[in-house]
């Protein structure tokens, strides 16, 4: 299957949200220590708790894995119930306030992340194996301030909204 190359500006930019989501519906390559499709699922709220850790952003509660992910509050708790039950989290009363349960990595959870890292690490270097090094480093660079200018959204008021 031949690919054609978005010939104006229009349309490479018109490309990137097809390309988003066919990389959002894939799996990552079997390479060194595969991931479960399971455990995939498992690592989204894992992320989350892991992310709030290392930013020294307050307590993760099941309410802020929905918000996070944009999901319902139910769709929510059964994704970190599923975690829990899988030896991935911990529930804990909040040092905050002892009636909020907040959720914490476990050290499997902890274990998984840290081999879900290095899983993602050989799928990229693998899917960029043709690639000179600098595309492959310019392209994790602007990957990264991609994601940053995402994150940066998070952070305005609510009902305000993207620029249009």
């Known amino acids: ?9 229009d349309e490479l930019l018109d490309a990137v949200g097809p390309a988003f989501g066919k ?5 990552l390559l079997e390479v060194e220590d ?6 995939l699922s498992r690592t989204l709220v894992l992320r989350i708790v892991l992310d709030a850790e290392r930013e020294d952003a307050g307590e993760v509660t ?9 999901v319902d509050p139910s769709v929510a708790s059964r994704m970190v119930s599923d975690s829990i039950s899988a030896g991935y989290l911990i529930r804990a ?3 905050r306030d002892g009636r909020r349960t907040v959720l914490h990595l476990s050290p499997e959870g902890r274990e998984l992340m840290a081999r879900f890292g290095r899983h993602q690490r050989s ?3 693998y899917i960029t194996a043709d690639w000179t090094e600098r ?3 310019e392209f994790a660079r602007l990957m990264l301030k991609y994601v940053d200018s995402q994150d940066a959204l998070r952070h305005r008021l609510p009902g305000k909204g993207a620029p249009r």
Not at 34 to 39: A, G, N, V
Not at 62 to 70: N, S
């Open 1 to 9: 299957m031949t690919k054609r190359e978005p010939k104006t500006a």
């Open 135 to 137: 595309e492959r480093l």
């Open 93 to 95: 009363a909040s040092q």
């Open 34 to 39: 595969p991931i479960s499709q399971k455990d």
């Open 23 to 27: 990389l959002r519906r894939s799996s």
């Open 62 to 70: 099941v309410g802020a894995v929905a918000q996070h992910l944009g």
């Open 123 to 125: 799928a990229f270097e």
